[in-house]
């Protein structure tokens, strides 16, 4: 179950907080929607509970707050509007990196596409998907993990009546298989079909916490819409006959011909405008929404009133007595029946009476039944990855769901979830290469990058060499004096900085809610692969260099030069220092641009003061220092590997060298710190 005791936002410029002492319970078994209207702080209460946002106050999930969770997505599945993710990645491909962040078998993104019904849009981008799509995909990244509780913010907006009715179901079955839902909404007649709890929201403030029973009583109440153009003489017909017969009837007048009558039938209503001679154009069932937040403007003034409801009818908890005719649901001849899924749905069979008086009484709505609540609710349920219970053929009533429909209605069956999954337990949920991996190679822009970077360095070595300025081993690399960096350095930068792209644009697309980022297994799984990245581009750069001169001017230039291997050790430690600059700096300022922006400043900026520095005035310099470290402790290694050490030492050393390495420990520091610091907090 899930507690909330608190909540507050911080307080915004001369404005109270958007959500102010906000406490309350969503029990297992149990599906609670948060009702309030746009503004009422419905989404910042979720982000509040899932410590998306800063504030104060407290949230816990079966008795424990979401950062002191190991696997916090086995626990929690979320959804928060669009289902975030790079557009061009594939459904399939988006779910399986997923899998790989949440600890979980791979095949687990084939089976929620299939309890979802995507497994013929598997291959589609996420960019191309429609509204309903989009909604079931979010819904299946919410299933991928096996969370034992689901919080979705507005899952059904925009979507067709059809498409509402599959996702109440799955919510309904993840319930009754002992989850908790919760889900947030702006139509209160919504809340009343899929909740058995309603928490109302108004001004970041609760104003109601009722079951779906009272819910229903207190604030929806059947009304007659009647549209005729002598609104005014059926309104005191109707009245004058409701204080003839005693009768409680409300008539509320709305423009010049729309009628809202309270306390009567269609029958009723069409016999009194037969038998007075009053043409009517419409006459209709509707339930009309009596709470507060439902479009904040002014409830139409009664033209004429008899007999008011009884006050326990109109006002509870939250009755204000306010009629909202505009957020009505217009279907003539509504017939409010609960499902399997423990849904109130309103089936409209229009009908307009004549005013011959031919229509006949239609049932009026009723209150969903209060959920059954016994002492087992209250038990602990199990861990989220032990298998859920298979329900009969016929299952019983499960606690706290509703009672199944009478047998005059037919019985549908809820929507079959994802079978349960068992993952053995390790240190961290976390495939972090896997993960990685999948992600980068997800998506075309990794590949595009280093197209346009072998073009582009090929091009530039062709001009530098047909100018005959450049050095043979700027040649190679394309890298004229005039700019601070290759092309393949900025390349490899540019795919660093987009390393962390993913989860700091679309903090919900990691499975631990934003805290995937901070994680030092995921940095170390990114340095390795954009330090592979980096590799892979600065060999293919100087091969098809070589291979495009060799072809123009001959093998004049394509020589190998006597000190390859602290020329090859510099250019390769060039370009995987600018990768691992792009990763750092982007998780550090969580933006791209930022990461990009601190490549291109290590060569303007850094080297300066770098070479500022060792060109200053000192009393005693380094020089030397490869020989003297090559005599101290190298003299013995085998296969010359002193070599390659004082290859990178001669690197070191160099300004360029000497900055980046400097830019690369500043960058990781300022990493470690800010990872510590919101652990602490």
């Known amino acids: 179950m899930i507690q909330a ?28 929607a948060l009702l309030g209207a746009t503004g009422a702080g419905k989404t910042t209460v979720l982000r509040l509970m899932l410590e998306l946002q800063q504030g104060r106050g407290l949230t816990h999930f079966r008795g424990r707050p979401l950062h002191r969770i190991a696997h916090p997505s086995r626990e929690v599945g979320v959804l928060l509007g669009d289902v ?58 919410a299933l991928l993990a096996d969370p034992h509780t689901l919080v979705l913010d507005d899952p059904a907006v925009g979507l067709s009546a059809g498409e509402s009715r599959w996702l109440h179901g799955m919510l309904r079955a993840h319930a009754v298989h002992g989850g908790t839902v919760l889900v ?103 339930v009309g929404d009596m709470g507060p937040g439902a479009d904040g403007s002014t409830p139409p003034v009664p033209d004429a009133v008899e007999g008011r409801l009884p006050a326990g009818s109109a006002d509870g908890p939250e009755g204000t007595g306010r009629l909202d005719p505009s957020t009505a649901l217009t279907e003539a001849g509504a017939d409010v029946e609960a499902d399997a899924g423990s849904e109130i749905q309103t089936r409209a069979g229009a009908s307009q009476h004549s005013v011959s008086g031919s229509a006949q009484p ?20 199990a861990p989220p990855s032990s298998p859920r219970p298979t329900p009969p053929a016929t299952p019983p009533h499960p606690t706290g769901s ?30 972090p290469l896997r993960y990685e991996l999948r992600r980068a190679t997800g998506v075309g822009i990794g590949f595009l990058t280093g197209a346009v970077v072998l073009v582009v360095s090929a091009l530039a ?27 393949a350095a900025l390349g490899a930068g540019l795919l660093g900085a987009l390393a962390f792209g993913d989860e700091f644009r679309h903090p919900a697309l990691a ?62 430690g060039l370009v995987i220092g600018c990768a691992w600059a792009g990763v750092l700096a982007a998780g550090v300022f969580r933006s791209t641009a930022g990461g ?39 003299s013995q290694w085998p296969l010359g590997g002193e070599r390659y050490v004082s290859a990178v030492a001669r690197v070191v050393g160099q300004p360029v060298g000497s900055a980046l390495t400097l830019s690369l420990a500043t960058l990781l520091c300022a990493y470690v710190l800010t990872t510590l610091r919101r652990r602490v907090r």
């Open 184 to 286: 947030s909404t702006a139509d209160p007649k919504e809340a009343a079909r899929i909740a058995d709890r309603v928490v109302t929201l108004d001004g970041g403030r609760i104003v109601a916490d009722q079951a779906a029973a009272d819910f229903a009583r207190t604030r929806l109440r059947p009304r007659v819409v009647v549209r005729t153009p002598h609104a005014a003489r059926l309104a005191a017909v109707l009245a004058k006959e409701a204080r003839t017969g005693q009768r409680s009837v409300e008539v509320v007048r709305e423009g010049g011909n729309r009628l809202y009558v309270y306390g009567s039938t269609c029958a009723d209503v069409g016999d009194t405008a037969f038998r007075n001679g009053i043409l009517v154009h419409q006459l209709a069932d509707e």
């Open 362 to 381: 239609s049932a009026a709505p009723s209150a969903p039944p209060e959920p059954t609540r016994s002492g087992a609710e209250s038990a602990q349920p």
């Open 402 to 431: 509703r009672p199944s429909p009478p047998p005059s209605h037919p019985t549908e069956p809820l929507p079959d979830l994802p079978p349960p999954i068992s993952v053995r337990p390790a240190p961290s949920p976390l495939r």
């Open 461 to 487: 070595a062709v001009l530098l060499a047909r100018f005959g300025h450049t050095p043979q081993a700027r040649l190679l690399a394309a890298w004229p004096r005039e700019l601070p960096l290759p092309p």
């Open 5 to 32: 005791f608190g909540l507050t936002s911080n307080p915004r410029k001369d404005l109270p907080p958007a959500v102010d002492d906000v406490s309350f319970d969503a029990r297992a078994g149990h599906v609670t």
């Open 596 to 634: 990009l922006a601190v490549v291109v400043a290590v060569p303007v900026i850094v080297v300066p003061l770098v070479q500022k520095f060792l060109e200053g005035p000192s009393v005693r310099s380094a020089a030397g220092f490869p020989l003297r470290l090559r005599e101290v402790l190298l």
């Open 84 to 141: 975030p993710g790079h557009p061009g990645r594939t459904v399939r491909g988006h779910l399986r990196m997923l899998c790989a962040a949440a600890g979980v078998p791979v095949r687990r993104a084939d089976e929620v596409l299939e309890a979802v019904g995507l497994v013929s849009l598997r291959e589609e981008r996420l960019g191309t998907l429609s509204r309903g799509m989009d909604r079931r995909l979010g819904l299946a990244c």
């Open 511 to 572: 499975a631990d809610r934003g805290t995937v980022p901070r994680r030092l297994g995921l940095l170390a799984a990114k340095l390795l692969v954009s330090a592979v990245t980096g590799l892979v581009l600065a060999v293919l750069t100087v091969g098809c260099d070589a291979e495009v001169l060799y072809l123009l001017y001959g093998r004049e230039l394509v020589t190998v030069p006597v000190d390859w291997l602290s020329l090859g050790v510099s250019w390769i």
